[in-house]
T-cell receptor
Framework: GAGVSQSPSNKVTEKGKDVELRCDPI?????LYWYRQSLGQGLEFLIY????????KSGLPSDRFSAERTGGSVSTLTIQRTQQEDSAVYLC??????????????FGAGTRLSVL | AQKVTQAQTEISVVEKEDVTLDCVYE???????LFWYKQPPSGELVFLIR??????QNEISGRYSWNFQKSTSSFNFTITASQVVDSAVYFC?????????????FGTGTQLKVEL
């Protein structure tokens, strides 16, 4: 079946603008994750959803970052008032098993965000 | 806190050579899971293997093999008879209950270049 789909694949924005990144998980996967990949910080966890609720938001770097998930499926990561340090690749993953450390997470190709 | 170290930043080999990618981890949990992912130039992280902390058997899958040694906290990955298509960044990662359950803690990755 289809894998994790993310859109847009590339986003260029001006500093101070808001952006929305979308993730469509693998059908039937209940858990959804957002990560950020940047040169300086490597791969960092941002937030985890189980269904529509987010039991772990500990990785969100500031209150400019928020995420929601509706219908237990599509998720949107919103960055308000973007800053240049927000430039990174934002990766989404989903997994079938319920919350557990053994989850295999399947990743999308990411959204490359560039803040000018 | 948990940590994954991939000391090799970049490795270059000639096709058909064997290559080993090192991964050393730290966790205080007795139950944990180790993963390897491959990130080709397309950007998508591709799942390769999951190993739980109670299973120290080595695993072989085609040209790929993994050596898990709890005594040295290592989970090394060997590619036999490397091919150009193996060129990618490889990430080792860890999850554990006290490490946040669902969060993947990634190493910084090893860039593998296989040349003709």
């Amino acid at each position: 079946g289809a894998g994790v789909s993310q859109s847009p694949s590339n986003k260029v924005t001006e500093k101070g603008k808001d952006v929305e990144l979308r993730c469509d998980p693998i059908s039937g996967h209940t858990a959804l994750y957002w990560y950020r990949q940047s040169l300086g910080q490597g791969l960092e966890f941002l937030i985890y959803f189980q269904g529509n609720s987010a039991p772990d938001k500990s990785g969100l770097p500031s209150d400019r970052f928020s995420a929601e998930r509706t219908g237990g499926s599509v998720s949107t990561l919103t960055i308000q008032r973007t800053q240049q340090e927000d430039s990174a690749v934002y990766l989404c993953a989903s997994s079938f098993e319920t919350g557990s450390a053994k989850n295999i997470q399947y990743f999308g190709a990411g959204t490359r965000l560039s803040v000018l | 806190a948990q940590k994954v170290t991939q000391a090799q930043t970049e490795i270059s080999v000639v096709e058909k050579e064997d290559v080993t990618l090192d991964c050393v981890y730290e966790t205080r949990d007795t139950t944990y899971y180790l993963f390897w992912y491959k990130q080709p130039p397309s950007g998508e992280l591709v799942f390769l293997i999951r190993r739980n902390s109670f299973d120290e058997q080595n695993e072989i899958s085609g040209r790929y093999s993994w050596n898990f040694q709890k005594s040295t906290s290592s989970f090394n990955f060997t590619i036999t008879a490397s091919q150009v298509v193996d060129s990618a960044v490889y990430f080792c990662a860890l999850t554990s209950l006290t490490g946040g359950g669902n969060k993947l803690t990634f190493g910084t990755g090893t860039q593998l270049k296989v040349e003709l």
